[in-house]
């Protein structure tokens, strides 16, 4: 079993459409949480962390259930520009290593 | 201020070679990570320095991998002898300190192809 799963896509929306995506974590002792996002080609930069609490940044949401070992993304109002792939992404106990998803692909299409 | 910078873009080698890649990690950050994503699977995490000391190499693959900072500044990693399964994305990633607080900034990759 993969330490971190993601649903790997392709997520197909308009623009404008509210999309959300889910992923699931093996290890209860994760402390930290996070989302990336990946362009084609490039390199992973960070989205947003994810807190006990939910938190929200303009038309991004993330939420956490540690008691699922559960997180999601909730992207509203999409835009041609959200097009990318968005990773999940684990830090595991003490250790500062990340533990990544396979990401999940979203296309936004006029 | 200048990002994490790696080097060589791409490489493309026979099965047997040796490759070196290097990463140049944002200045004044004393993390320094190497990860791999091999073709259809999630990056994976390799190692962890800390200055020039190995904090955590429980993802490197074998011992045909060989990493080092020497100085704590650059970074190598060495693959010798290179086999058709190290082809992948080989990034780098720095941080300022340890903790969620402080982000890992990726550089933007190897591209290796071992042929």
């Known amino acids: 079993r993969k330490e971190v799963e993601q649903d790997p896509g392709p997520f197909n929306v308009p623009e404008g459409a509210t999309v959300a995506f889910n992923c699931t974590y093996s290890n209860s002792a994760s402390q930290s949480f996070f989302w990336y996002r990946q362009d084609c080609r490039k390199e992973p930069k960070l989205l947003m962390s994810v807190y006990s609490s939910g938190n929200e940044d303009g038309r991004f949401t993330a939420q956490l259930n540690r008691a699922s070992q559960y997180i999601s993304l909730l992207i509203r109002d999409s835009k041609l520009s959200d097009s990318a792939t968005y990773l999940c992404?684990?830090?595991?106990?003490?250790?500062?290593?990340?533990?990544f998803g396979t990401g999940t692909r979203l296309l936004v299409s006029p | 201020e200048a990002g994490v910078t790696q080097f060589p873009s791409h490489s493309v080698i026979e099965k047997g070679q040796t490759v070196t890649l290097r990463c140049d990690p944002i200045s004044g950050h004393d993390n320094l990570y190497w990860y791999r994503r091999v073709m259809g699977k999630e990056i994976k995490f390799l190692l962890h320095?800390?200055?020039?000391?190995?904090?955590?190499e429980s993802g490197m693959p074998n011992n045909r991998f060989l990493a080092e900072r020497t100085g704590g500044t650059y970074s190598t990693l060495k693959v010798q002898p290179a086999e058709l399964e190290d082809s992948g994305v080989y990034f780098c990633?720095?941080?300022?300190?340890?903790?969620?607080?402080?982000?890992?900034?990726f550089g933007p990759g190897t591209r290796l192809t071992v042929t």
């Open positions: 990633a720095s941080s300022q300190d340890i903790g969620s607080a402080y982000e890992q900034y």
């Open positions: 320095f800390v200055k020039e000391s190995k904090q955590d």
């Open positions: 992404v684990v830090r595991p106990g003490s250790f500062q290593k990340l533990v």
